[in-house]
């Protein structure tokens, strides 16, 4: 079965510091890779995803990944983080394969003003 | 835009009752998925369906029985609800072919007393 591990399980900021959050996946075959995130009391929301091609993905808000095939990682990044983008930050694969998809356990950010 | 209807948001049960959630998406998805989110442990798949009156076991289904006499509908059943079954209880959808996004509804609490 695959797996994901996010390494970061809290993280907190100040305004404007930069961001970016740990994602690797198990699995050896090919995979697509997304991150969602998740506002307090609201629902999971896609932030962006990657399926072939530039392996440098641009999402809403702000937000991009990078993904690196060798680390089998994925990992969020944001230059300047504001105090909105406090939330629950969730990676997952889904491999080309099969119709699942696995989570990470979650990364809490919260953003100091 | 995809639309995945939870029918409660917050329940509380007794040990021991049936408890029955109910899960509508409107956009012709054949896939329909059960989550659980708990604090530290992500989300983690309940069981999942592909198509109409077919189920697959996920994670963690000990506990738990489903139902999908619909396309659009996917309920989740706890027979005897138990106290380590108190949680949020995430339904979500995606199109058959794998890589495409899978879309969440808003979630269920429930409370086991």
């Known amino acids: 079965a695959q797996s994901v591990s996010q390494h970061n399980h809290h993280v907190i900021l100040s305004e404007a510091a930069s961001l970016e959050l740990g994602c690797n996946y198990s699995?050896?075959?090919?995979?697509?890779l997304f991150w969602y995130v998740q506002y307090p009391g609201q629902h999971l929301q896609l932030l962006l995803k990657?399926?072939?091609?530039?392996?440098l993905v641009k999402g809403i808000k702000g937000f991009e990944a990078e993904f690196i095939k060798s680390k089998f990682s994925f990992n969020l990044r944001k230059p300047s983080v504001q105090w909105s983008d406090t939330a629950e930050y969730f990676c997952?694969?889904?491999?080309?394969?099969?119709?699942?998809?696995?989570f990470g356990t979650g990364t809490s950010l919260t953003v100091i003003p | 835009d995809v639309k995945v209807t939870q029918s409660s948001r917050y329940l509380v049960k007794r040990t021991g009752e049936k408890v029955f959630l109910e899960c509508v998406q409107d956009?012709?998805?054949?896939?329909m998925f059960w989550y659980r989110q708990d604090p530290g442990l992500g989300l983690r798949l309940i069981y999942f369906?592909?198509?109409?009156?077919?189920?697959e076991k996920g994670d963690i289904p000990e506990g738990y029985s489903v139902s999908r006499e619909k396309k659009e509908r996917f309920s989740l059943i706890l027979e005897s609800a138990s106290t380590n079954q108190t949680s949020m209880y995430l339904c979500?959808?995606?199109?058959?072919?794998?890589?495409?996004?899978?879309?969440f509804g808003e979630g269920s609490w429930l409370t086991v007393v």
């Open positions: 979500a959808s995606s199109p058959y072919l794998s890589g495409n996004t899978i879309y």
């Open positions: 699995y050896g075959g090919t995979v697509n």
């Open positions: 990657y399926f072939s091609g530039d392996p």
């Open positions: 997952a694969v889904n491999a080309l394969s099969g119709n699942q998809f696995y």
């Open positions: 956009m012709d998805h054949e896939n």
């Open positions: 369906s592909y198509d109409v009156k077919m189920k």
